[in-house]
C-alpha cells in the first residue's frame, strides 16, 4: 500500500481520531478487474456510465475507450469479478459497441424511444480539440438481436443530425416530462461552429414498433444552443419543483443554468442565480441537497481553479445560490469528476474529487458534507485511502453497487497522457449502518433519470437524491437513489418524476437494507391516493398522503423562550431569535445580541435584474455587458447603433445586449466583424 493516504493526514487537524485513521477506500482492482487485454486493457479511457446493457435486472459499467475499445463491465457474483462482455466477436450482440474507431470521451445512457430499454449514447472527439471532429458520434439502440448506431441509419444520415463536434460531456434529460429522452451535448465550440447540441426523437417520423427512429438536433427549438467551451453538464430539477433543469460549467465562458420553462424550452438564469463562475474554467459537476433544506445544491469543480459547493438559498420566487467552500475544499487543482454521495452510509454526504497528475502528482480527495442546524453544512476532508492515486491520470469516475452489499463501489478510468487500466475500489467504514436503495421507473418502464426522490426519516428528516442522467465529467452515476441513513430508518419514500407527478410510499424498519422499485403511477388517481405514512420530525402528512413541513410558529405560538420570542419557521424545525431591533439591511444575529448584515443577494430580496452584489448593510445592482441601469435600477439595452458613430463602417443593427453590422452590396465583413472589405 502506498504511504500517500497517510501522508494526507497530516493536513487534516479538524478530525476525530477514526475519521483521521480509517481510510475511506481500499483497492481490489487485483481481485475484481484484474489488468489484462480484454477486460481492463491498459489504454487510455475516459467517460464511465452506468446502465443495464443486457436487460438481465443488474446494473453493467459502460467504458469509453479513447484509443483503444468501449468496454462494457458485468458482475460475476459466483466469481467475484468484473469481466467485458462487449468481446471482439462479431457475432456477439454487443460487438458494435466496442466502436474501435472511435475516440470516445464522453457517454451516457437513457431511454430515448419509449421502449422501455436504455439506448447508449458515445460522445466522440477524433483529431479535434474543438469544433468540428473528424468522426462522428455513436447512439447505439438495441435493435435486431444486437446493438446498432441509430446515427448511421439512412433516415438520419439524409436528416444531417449526427454530431460531428469536438464535445465533452453528454447527458440525458426529459425535457417535456414524456419519458422519452433527449441526449444534450456539451459541444466545445471554436468561434461559431459547434454551440450545444440537443438530439432526440421525431416522433411523427419515427416507428418504434419497427425500429425506425428518426432523430433531430432540437437545441435551437429548446434555447440552448449556445457556443462556449462546453465542459461539465448536470440535469435534474435544480431550481424547478419537478421539471428538469440543465446547469453546464464552461470553459473560457460563463456557466449556463438553464431552467426549464415548462414547455421544452430554456431560459438561462446562471447570471441572476450567482453562477455564472466567468473567470473560472468548469469540470467535474454533481447535484446534492447538502443541508437537507429540500432545495438542490451544486457542487463542481474547476480546472486548477477554486473548487465550489453552492447552497440553494432561493426564496420569494428569486433563484440564488452561494458558494460555501471552505479554503481547504475550495483548493485549486486539476479536477476531473466530482461525485456527491454517502459513500459510508452514515447519513451524511461525502464529495469526491477525482484528480489528474498534470504537470506531477495529484491525489484524489473526499470531503464529508454534514448538515447543522440553522448554519450551513460542516465540511471536513476524510482519509482517501487507498483511492489517492497521485500518480494516476484520472479522467472519469464513477459509483455503482455492483456486488450488492448495500455499499457503493467507486470505479476510476484513467488515460490522456498516459496509458493506464481501470481501477476499483471498495468503502471501508459503515458496514454496519442502516442503507436503502430506490429505483424509479418512468411509464415505459426504464430508468427515470431526473425523477427526484425523498426519503423521510425518523430521526435525520428528508433528504434527496436526483436519479442521475449524467454527471461527474464525461460519466453518469447509476439510475438509483441510494441512501446512507447509519442507524436511522425511513418511514416514507416519495418519487417526483419529470412530468409533475408523484407516488408516496410508507415504509417499515424491515424495509432497510434492501433495494426498492417504484413504478411510474399510470394515472393520476394511482399518484394521488390517500397513505398512512410517517413522516418524523418537522413535518406531518397531507390529505394525500405527503409529507410536508410543519409551522411550528404557527401551531404553537409560545414555543419560543421570552429571551428569544420572535419565532422563524425553517424546513423541518423552527428557530427563535431575539426581537433585538435592527436597522434596514441588518437582522438580529441567532444569539441576538448583535446586528448582522442581510444578504439580499442570495436571499433574493433585492429587484436586480440582472446582477446583485451584497454590500454592508445594503446590495447593489450591475447589468450585463451592453445593457445599463436606468434610473428605477432595472437593466434597458444600450442602443450602440445609435449611441456609438463608428460602431459599425456600413450598417449596424441593433440587438438586445449587443450589436452587429452589416455591409451594402458588394461588400463583406472583415475579421473585425466592424469593417467592410470589397467582396
Not at 502506498?2 to 479538524?14: A, E, F, M, Q, T
Not at 485513521?21 to 486493457?41: A, C, I, R
Not at 465550489?308 to 445560490?321: E, P, W
Not at 452590396?665 to 473585425?672: C, E, N, V
Request: aromatic share 8%.
Amino acid at each position: 500500500m502506498s504511504l500517500w493516504p497517510w501522508l494526507l493526514l497530516l493536513g487534516l487537524p479538524g478530525l476525530s481520531p477514526a475519521q483521521r485513521w480509517e481510510p475511506m477506500f481500499s483497492g481490489v482492482t487485483k481481485t475484481v478487474l484484474p489488468p489484462d487485454y480484454e477486460n481492463n486493457p491498459t489504454q487510455l479511457n475516459y467517460g464511465l456510465a452506468v446502465t443495464d446493457v443486457d436487460a438481465d435486472g443488474n446494473l453493467e459499467v459502460v467504458v469509453a475507450g479513447y484509443n483503444g475499445p468501449n468496454l462494457v463491465l458485468k458482475y460475476d457474483q459466483s466469481k467475484k469479478v468484473l469481466y467485458n462482455i462487449a468481446v471482439d466477436d462479431r457475432n456477439s450482440p454487443y460487438y458494435a459497441l466496442r466502436d474501435r474507431q472511435g475516440n470516445a470521451i464522453g457517454v451516457t445512457a437513457c431511454d430515448i424511444d419509449g421502449d422501455g430499454r436504455e439506448e447508449i449514447y458515445f460522445l466522440n472527439t477524433n483529431n479535434a480539440f474543438s469544433g468540428l471532429a473528424t468522426y462522428s458520434d455513436k447512439l447505439f439502440k438495441f435493435r435486431n438481436g444486437r446493438f446498432e448506431d441509430l446515427l448511421s441509419d439512412d433516415i438520419n444520415v439524409q436528416r444531417d443530425v449526427a454530431n460531428r463536434m469536438a464535445g465533452r460531456s453528454v447527458a440525458c434529460l426529459d425535457r417535456k416530462g414524456t419519458g422519452r429522452y433527449s441526449i444534450y451535448i456539451a459541444n466545445y465550440a471554436s468561434g461559431n461552429v459547434g454551440p450545444h447540441a440537443l438530439i432526440e426523437m421525431d416522433e411523427a417520423a419515427s416507428d418504434v414498433s419497427k425500429g425506425i427512429i428518426a432523430l433531430s438536433n432540437v437545441a435551437s427549438q429548446a434555447g440552448v444552443n449556445k457556443f462556449t467551451g462546453g465542459r461539465g453538464v448536470v440535469v435534474g430539477p435544480i431550481v424547478s419543483q419537478t421539471l428538469s433543469d440543465i446547469f453546464c460549467d464552461n470553459e473560457y465562458g460563463s456557466n449556463f443554468l438553464f431552467r426549464n420553462n415548462g414547455d421544452g424550452t430554456f431560459t438561462d438564469i446562471a447570471a441572476q442565480a450567482g453562477l455564472e463562475d466567468h473567470l473560472q474554467h468548469g469540470r467535474g459537476v454533481a447535484l446534492a441537497d447538502f443541508n437537507r433544506d429540500g432545495k438542490t445544491d451544486i457542487v463542481y469543480g474547476n480546472w486548477n481553479g477554486p473548487h465550489r459547493l453552492f447552497l440553494q438559498t432561493s426564496a420569494n420566487r428569486k433563484q440564488r445560490f452561494k458558494d460555501i467552500a471552505t479554503q481547504k475544499f475550495a483548493m485549486p487543482s486539476p479536477v476531473r469528476t466530482v461525485i456527491a454521495a454517502d459513500f459510508d452510509n452514515d447519513g451524511e454526504l461525502e464529495v469526491f474529487f477525482n484528480n489528474i497528475a498534470y504537470r506531477g502528482p495529484s491525489a484524489n480527495r473526499v470531503f464529508r458534507v454534514s448538515r447543522r442546524e440553522h448554519a450551513d453544512p460542516l465540511i471536513e476532508e476524510l482519509n482517501v485511502g487507498e483511492a489517492a492515486e497521485p500518480d494516476g491520470r484520472g479522467t472519469g469516475a464513477t459509483v455503482t453497487d455492483f456486488d450488492g452489499d448495500g455499499r457503493l463501489d467507486l470505479l476510476i478510468s484513467h488515460g490522456e497522457s498516459a496509458a493506464q487500466p481501470l481501477s476499483v475500489f471498495k468503502v471501508n467504514p459503515g458496514s454496519a449502518n442502516n442503507w436503502l436503495r430506490v429505483i424509479p421507473r418512468t411509464r415505459f418502464g426504464a430508468f427515470a433519470r431526473g425523477a427526484k426522490v425523498v426519503a423521510y426519516t425518523k430521526r435525520g428528516g428528508p433528504h434527496t437524491r436526483i436519479i442521475d442522467g449524467g454527471s461527474g465529467y464525461l460519466c453518469e452515476m447509476e439510475p438509483v437513489a441510494h441512501f446512507g441513513l447509519g442507524k436511522d430508518v425511513v418511514t416514507s419514500v416519495e418519487v417526483y418524476w419529470p412530468d409533475g407527478r408523484s407516488i408516496a410510499r410508507p415504509l417499515q424498519t424491515s424495509d432497510m437494507k434492501s433495494v426498492l422499485e417504484i413504478p411510474y403511477p399510470q394515472d393520476e388517481v394511482e399518484g394521488t391516493q390517500p397513505t398512512e405514512v410517517e413522516c418524523g420530525n418537522g413535518f406531518t402528512a397531507n390529505e394525500n398522503g405527503r409529507c410536508i413541513d410543519v409551522d411550528e410558529c404557527t401551531q404553537f405560538p409560545s414555543v419560543c423562550t421570552r429571551d428569544r420570542p420572535v419565532c422563524v419557521n425553517t424546513y423541518g424545525g423552527y428557530k427563535c431569535r431575539s426581537n433585538k431591533r435592527c436597522s434596514q439591511g441588518y437582522e438580529p444575529s441567532e444569539d441576538g445580541t448583535a446586528c448582522v448584515d442581510v444578504d439580499e443577494c442570495s436571499l433574493g430580496l433585492s429587484e436586480c435584474s440582472h446582477r446583485c452584489t451584497n454590500t454592508e448593510g445594503s446590495f447593489s445592482c450591475q447589468c450585463f455587458p451592453g445593457y445599463r441601469l436606468n434610473p428605477s435600477g432595472q437593466c434597458e439595452d444600450v442602443d450602440e447603433c445609435r449611441e456609438q458613430n463608428e460602431a459599425c463602417e456600413h450598417i449596424c443593427h441593433n440587438d438586445q445586449g449587443s450589436f452587429h453590422c452589416h455591409c451594402q452590396l458588394g461588400f463583406k465583413l472583415a475579421t473585425d466583424k466592424k469593417s467592410c472589405q470589397r467582396a
